[in-house]
């Protein structure tokens, strides 16, 4: 039994077959861009067949409304009479899977066309993710962070509010591994990321920064001096013991914290205020955390 590939057409000319050895179309048909984008909001196919009547038209298709969302969401395939190799690079560039030439897609062509471009899909999400996500956690990487940063001071500079940055070094991570091996310490890692997100709102976000240290974007603040308050709690959950190989395993940490806008309206200005916040903290008990109006002032020691 072949496997069935849920399809959105857009164009008049609609394919007529459902079934090929490369899988079974289901098809649904709109006959405009219009109709699609209108589609694409109430679900996401796997695949996006989109048939122009001449190169003019496939042209604009970069320029469709709902194009970013269509090549993020689905593998998008184009039909067009004779597309030239100039076309066909230009929407390759801008996300397209495969570009056919509408003289030449009988239904055996689009089946197999539809399903390798499904599985090129497929391939670049899992390098996406790869690229993106620390592999030993799962959380996103410094890469990501410096992405969301971006999107997140776009978007206070639109609607100001205070957001906060923590960067949390961890020391007692090469003391596991030295004593109970390399899975014993990835597993502290992860426990700690687990414990980190435990304390933090849905809407807040934890990124792996160095095998050393986490990231926290705190996204919205009701006041400034709520992140600090955020650190310090973060500082003494991360300090309570951990099990880890039947053995307890117990960390230090140092926290830095940066305030949008008041520490820096870029991501990379505030990320070097954390760094520096957190550098100036380590070595100072089992807890240190950098108040970003006392730089290296105060230091929060947790007695055993």
């Known amino acids: 039994m072949t496997a069935s590939i849920s399809v959105l057409h857009v164009g008049a000319d609609a394919p007529q077959a459902s079934d090929s050895r490369f899988g079974r179309c289901v098809w649904r048909l709109c006959p405009t861009l219009e109709a699609a984008q209108a589609a694409l909001a ?25 194009w ?43 089946g197999r066309s539809l399903c390798l471009a499904i599985e090129r899909k497929r391939q670049e999400h899992e390098l996406r993710r790869a690229w993106s996500i620390d592999l030993a956690t799962g959380l996103p990487n410094r890469v990501q962070l410096m992405e969301l940063l971006h999107q997140l001071c776009a978007l206070r ?10 960067v949390i070094r961890v020391e ?12 014993a310490a990835q597993a502290l890692r992860r426990k700690l990321a687990v414990r980190l997100r435990s304390g933090l709102r849905a809407s807040d976000v934890v990124s792996a ?28 959950m991360l300090c309570e013991p951990f099990m880890v190989s039947a053995q307890t395993a117990v960390v230090t940490v140092s ?50």
């Open 42 to 66: 109430e679900s996401t196919p796997e695949a996006i067949l989109i048939s122009c009547v001449d190169e003019e038209q496939a042209k604009t298709l970069p320029y469709w409304a709902a």
């Open 68 to 110: 970013t969302q269509a090549v993020l969401a689905a593998a998008v395939v184009v039909r067009t009479p004779r597309p030239s190799r100039e076309l066909m690079l230009n929407l390759l560039r801008a996300g397209v899977q495969d570009v056919l030439p509408s003289e030449r897609s009988d239904d055996e062509s689009i």
């Open 157 to 166: 500079e639109r609607e100001p509010a205070p957001m906060a940055l923590l």
């Open 172 to 183: 007692g991570l090469a003391t596991t591994e030295a004593r109970l091996g390399v899975a």
């Open 209 to 236: 920064l160095a095998p050393d240290a986490f990231a926290v974007v705190l996204t919205r603040l009701e006041a400034p001096q709520d992140g600090d308050r955020v650190a310090l709690k973060l500082s003494q």
């Open 255 to 304: 926290t830095g914290l940066a305030v949008y806008p008041s520490d820096g309206r870029q991501p990379e200005e505030m990320l070097k205020t954390a760094l520096s916040a957190a550098a100036a903290r380590r070595g100072l008990g089992r807890q240190g955390f950098a108040d970003r109006h006392e730089r290296g002032v105060a230091a929060v020691a947790n007695d055993d």
